[in-house]
């Protein structure tokens, strides 16, 4: 069965979402680049960066969410643009854009849930890593 990003359960916050799901999303894409020798702790961190990036615009102005959500959707494109020039794989591509696919842009709390999400997944994506030997 393939996973899925999936932030809400019957209308809140999936108890397992930054546990359990982001475990297994960080686990796959892990092992996923050390097999193509892609996804470095690097490339995966500037994509995180650019995340914490708009949460600290949103932080000092949240009435700009909506402006700024063509912007944060635009991630998209730049993770196809580091999936084309081979620094990501594919189910990091999918981690975002189905993380992004779950933003609404009149639901500002979206945001901060995919926030916590990646952040999560960073945790255990470090955690998987070492446990590889894999390097930044």
């Given at each position: 069965?393939?996973?899925?990003?999936?932030?809400?359960?019957?209308?809140?916050?999936?108890p397992?979402?930054?546990?359990?799901?982001a475990?297994?999303?960080?686990?796959?894409?892990?092992?996923?680049?050390?097999?193509?020798?892609?996804?470095?702790?690097?490339?995966?961190?500037?994509?995180?960066?650019?995340?914490?990036?708009?949460?600290?615009?949103?932080?000092?102005?949240?009435?700009?969410?909506?402006?700024?959500?063509?912007?944060?959707?635009?991630?998209?494109?730049?993770?196809?643009?580091?999936?084309?020039?081979?620094?990501?794989?594919?189910?990091?591509?999918?981690?975002?854009?189905?993380?992004?696919?779950?933003?609404?842009?009149?639901?500002?709390?979206?945001?901060?849930?995919?926030?916590?999400?990646?952040?999560?997944?960073?945790?255990?994506?470090?955690?998987?890593?070492?446990?590889?030997?894999?390097?930044?």
């Amino acid at each position: 069965m393939e996973m899925k990003v999936v932030f809400y359960r019957e209308g809140r916050v999936d108890p397992e979402l930054f546990s359990s799901h982001a475990e297994e999303w960080a686990k796959m894409v892990c092992e996923a680049g050390a097999r193509q020798k892609r996804n470095k702790q690097s490339q995966i961190r500037k994509f995180y960066d650019e995340v914490l990036r708009f949460k600290s615009h949103l932080q000092k102005e949240p009435e700009k969410y909506r402006d700024l959500f063509p912007y944060i959707k635009m991630l998209n494109a730049k993770v196809a643009y580091a999936e084309g020039r081979g620094h990501i794989t594919k189910e990091f591509a999918r981690f975002i854009k189905e993380s992004l696919d779950q933003l609404n842009p009149d639901r500002p709390e979206d945001f901060e849930v995919l926030v916590n999400f990646f952040e999560a997944f960073m945790g255990y994506y470090k955690y998987h890593a070492e446990r590889m030997g894999l390097k930044g």
